[in-house]
């Protein structure tokens, strides 16, 4: 059987410091590259990104920088298809830019005559209506749309695509892995530990913040919650920066909150300049639990059978913690530390009954979360 080579432009927030984006484009590739083998198709990925040598250095592909026009479209014209995503790409809650940023790049694969993908996309949330006919043109345009939730779906729906062109499926990032033992993985791991000062006898629990509300009353409302709950058991805050450098000091900020609790037998430690999304993972799977404001660091969490415990900022949030039949334990307009705390004990003193609970569903979604790639290779062997 002949081998064929196809070329793959993949756009999305890549190379920004942002592990869980970095998570979704190390599960696509992997997810490509898995099913690739599977067939007579090589994948060979252009990354569209805000620092290509950083992410041609992490990931072993060739990198262009997103915003430079005639990069972009050079990539596009010699690729065999574009895949835009995953996560929340098409929404103008951040702004005004994002939406026309990511169809043009869609727009200009489909006027080069390529093959579009839509590659599990949280859509939304999108208020000006000026942005509906622009996506609706350019996702009926493309050969296939993927959907990780069903509100996105829903969304999608009311914009006049058929229920049978929307695949919902999890994110990419349920399936991506832990990473292989390598020395240097492993170096890097016992370091952060060793400043960490971990003591395995007592239960982890993660905790993923960053900055939302103003006046902060969500963190102090964190704060006060990891507090009462150090006051009544024994644990290991393990602070987990997500979004580098701001999620890193919105951590701090919490800790200085929490003050001393080495009184009460609690330890606090945080990792530090972790940006390999794998090796974020391998943190999260040390956790007994994990509190998250990050999507990812509750996918994380989940996608290792760790319990997470979600405080919602967005509803891409509740949306995740729905599919795993839980909700989250507050907002953050309205966060109740008691009830946090109370939440997190609760699940450390059951979570073998959650997990006995959860197995077989995230196995499914973690199963699921392959989809768009096979389709995506099945869509170019047929082609080729």
């Known amino acids: 059987m002949v081998t ?33 083998h599977r067939s007579n198709i090589t994948i060979e990925p252009i ?16 990198a262009v920088h997103r915003m430079k026009l005639k990069e972009v479209r050079e990539a596009i014209k010699e690729s065999d298809g574009l895949i835009s995503g995953g996560g929340s790409l098409l929404q103008d809650a951040t702004g005004l830019k994002s939406i026309p ?5 869609i727009k200009l694969a489909q006027w080069l005559k390529k093959p579009t993908f839509i590659y599990a996309q949280g859509i939304g949330p ?40 929307i695949h919902v499926v ?41 900055f939302w509300e103003s006046d902060r009353k969500e963190l102090t409302a964190i704060a006060a919650g990891l507090k009462k709950l150090c006051s009544k058991k024994a644990v290991h805050l393990r602070f987990l920066p997500f979004h580098l450098p701001l999620d890193e000091q919105a951590s701090r900020f919490v800790m200085e909150m929490l003050g001393d609790l080495g009184n009460k037998g609690s330890e606090v430690s945080i990792t530090k300049d972790l940006t390999d999304p794998q090796l974020m ?37 509740d949306q995740f913690m729905l599919r795993l039949d839980s909700e989250c334990v507050g907002s953050t307009d309205a966060l109740d530390g008691d009830k946090l705390a109370k939440t997190v004990a609760n699940l450390l003193d059951q979570r073998s009954q959650w997990l006995k609970e959860h197995e077989d569903s995230i196995t499914e979604l973690k199963q699921e979360a392959r989809v768009p790639a096979q389709q995506i290779i099945k869509y170019l062997g047929r082609k080729g």
């Open 4 to 36: 064929t080579s196809q070329k793959l432009v993949i756009s999305g927030y890549y190379g920004f410091n942002n592990s869980g984006d970095e998570a979704v484009l190390k599960s696509i590739l992997t997810a490509l590259e898995e099913e690739s």
């Open 47 to 62: 990354v569209l990104s805000g620092d290509p040598e950083w992410t041609t250095s992490m990931y072993g592909v060739r």
């Open 126 to 165: 999108v208020n000006r209506k000026m942005f509906n006919p622009m996506i609706r043109s350019v996702f009926k345009a493309c050969k296939y749309v993927s959907v990780r939730d069903e509100q996105s779906a829903e969304y999608l729906r009311g914009l006049g695509l058929q229920w049978n062109q």
């Open 170 to 210: 999890p994110d990419p990032v349920m399936g991506l892995p832990l990473p292989e033992a390598k020395a240097e993985d492993v170096s890097s791991v016992a370091v952060n530990a060793q400043t960490a000062n971990v003591h395995t006898e007592l239960p982890v629990i993660g905790v993923s913040v960053r």
């Open 281 to 317: 993972l391998q943190e999260v799977s040390n956790c007994d639990v994990v509190i998250g404001m990050r999507l990812h660091s509750l996918i994380y969490a989940a996608s290792q059978y760790v319990p997470p415990v979600g405080i919602s900022y967005d509803p891409k949030i």
């Open 101 to 105: 940023y990511y169809l043009g790049v």
